[in-house]
């Protein structure tokens, strides 16, 4: 297909309009709280039914950034519920993937609200293809910049009310410089891989990067009141104190959640990924890596254990084992 018969096809896409799809559950109060406690989230408006009672609002409300969780498929991909449409919003992205642009990376996520929503209303939303941007050539690749906007509702026996949008912004791009599959021991084999991108460094965070070179897991700790605290930070959330030292952790916990990065695949790293929400025996929580372990054998609960891992000669990083399948 000519470029600009396909460009014509993706250009006459653009404002279309892509059907609802629902929550699986009114807004709820244990979601609520359990996505607080998740985030660290200790406001008493969410959580509290006497506190927020006698607020504006006259009762609990959720927190705004819990928006897009209401109308989430689910565990299993296209477990949405009856009466959710089946149309994909993301069909234009096949269509550019039909002329090579196979590479994609997220750009923007940017959610606004209307207004709280409140246990017993239901959600659902609709999305838009926003625009699709001239041709651009980055580091990257060569591609499109491709606009979203997920618009969600309330339903209402008045009519139904907008609560927020969101919007999704993603390039589809050529890579530049693509990675083929080489054999060991070829010419081409000797090309440098690419190497893991290093943290940013700071005064407050230098303390844990020299731990990891160390081999220790070190937490910061406020000189004021003791509290532990990860990630790192100039103060104190709960004196305002400035003044901080670290202890050393046992690097010892379980494993309190869990994501497995499948798509898009990012070199260096090996897919799948599974990465940890750590809960350590000291009582912070931290995210790394996770190593010895088959997706189909992490379990919420496993006792784990850090294991300090060099790459590419320089970079040490904290991931941790499961002490059992």
């Known amino acids: 297909m000519a470029e ?36 660290g989230v200790n406001n008493p408006l969410y959580t509290d039914a006497a506190y927020a009672a006698g607020t504006e609002h006259g009762g609990i409300v959720a927190p705004p950034a819990m928006l897009q969780a209401w109308c989430l498929e689910g565990l299993h991909l296209n477990n949405y519920p009856p009466g959710s449409t089946t149309e994909n919003p993301y069909e234009v992205l096949k269509l550019m993937e039909g002329q090579g642009y196979a590479s994609v990376v997220a750009v923007n996520s940017d959610l606004s609200f209307d207004r709280y929503v409140k246990p017993g209303e239901r959600l659902y939303y609709t999305t ?8 651009k050539t980055t580091a990257l690749g060569t591609g499109f910049f491709v606009t979203l906007v997920m618009s969600f509702f309330s339903e209402k026996p008045t009519g139904d009310e907008k609560v927020g949008s969101l919007l999704f912004r993603v390039f589809k791009f050529r890579p530049a410089n693509p990675v083929k599959p080489v054999e060991e021991g070829s010419a081409a084999a000797a090309v440098p891989k690419y190497k893991r991108p290093k943290p940013g460094i700071s005064d ?8 990891a070179d ?30 901080w030292d670290y202890v050393e952790a046992a690097g010892t916990g379980q494993l309190y959640s869990f994501v497995v990065m499948h798509y898009p695949e990012v070199p260096p790293f090996d897919y799948p990924n599974p990465i940890g ?11 790394a890596g996770l190593v010895g372990v088959k997706r189909d054998e992490i379990r919420i609960g ?12 320089g970079l040490t990083l904290p991931m941790f084992r499961p002490l059992e399948p």
């Open 4 to 39: 600009q018969d396909w460009m014509s096809e993706v250009r006459g896409m653009v404002g279309r309009e892509y059907g609802r799809v629902y929550a699986w559950d009114q807004v709820n109060e244990p979601m609520i709280r359990q996505w607080c406690e998740v985030m």
């Open 128 to 135: 838009r293809l926003d625009a699709v941007g001239e041709q």
């Open 204 to 211: 407050d965070t230098r303390f844990f990067w020299e731990g």
């Open 214 to 243: 160390a081999g220790q897991l070190r937490i910061q700790r406020c000189k004021g009141c003791g509290t532990l605290r990860h990630p790192p930070g100039p103060v104190c959330t709960r004196c305002h104190s400035f003044e």
């Open 277 to 287: 929400l750590i809960e350590l025996d000291e009582g912070v929580r931290l995210i």
């Open 302 to 313: 496993q006792r784990v254990k850090v294991e300090f891992q060099t790459f590419d000669d």
